[in-house]
């Protein structure tokens, strides 16, 4: 069993890490320092906490469920809420808002038309509009076109 003095020195010995989170839709990131050791969910809440004090619009509130935590540099599937934060060895994320779970009125049918749309038009959530993916392949065409 581990005394208060050896616990103090194990928190003492672990290290911070300054990492940077960029929230969908914000104007610029939010900088914080964490310990490598902390879950990603506590991250996602401490992002949000911060978020919301310094009054950045859009206003997301405080449900850290409600959220996914990305690395764009790994790969675009998101942070699972109990992994380390430090354990991929990056500073950089993307905080997002995760998608809304569609309803039966909006679902696509197996022959491709969705119901309730005879048109055979597919809607704004059918594609997937909105999304950070959507949103980083746009950014990255607007980049590579520019140039």
């Known amino acids: 069993m581990l005394t208060s003095k050896q616990k103090k020195s194990q928190k003492a010995n672990a290290r911070r890490l300054l990492i940077s989170i960029n929230v969908l839709g914000s104007s610029g990131p939010i900088r914080f320092v964490v310990n490598e050791e902390e879950h990603v969910g506590a991250v996602v809440g401490t992002a949000l906490k911060f ?57 696509a049918e197996e022959d491709g038309s969705e119901s309730g749309n005879s048109n055979g038009k597919h809607s704004s959530s059918s594609r997937g509009n909105g999304s950070w993916k959507g949103w980083f392949n746009i950014s990255l065409n607007l980049k590579i076109s520019s140039q």
């Open 51 to 107: 978020y919301a004090r310094e009054g950045r619009l859009p206003i997301l509130g405080k449900d850290t469920t409600g959220f996914a935590l990305y690395c764009p540099h790994l790969a675009s599937d998101a942070l699972s809420p109990w992994e380390r934060i430090g354990s991929h060895g990056v500073r950089n994320f993307m905080l997002c808002k995760k998608e809304a779970e569609s309803d039966s009125r909006g679902v």
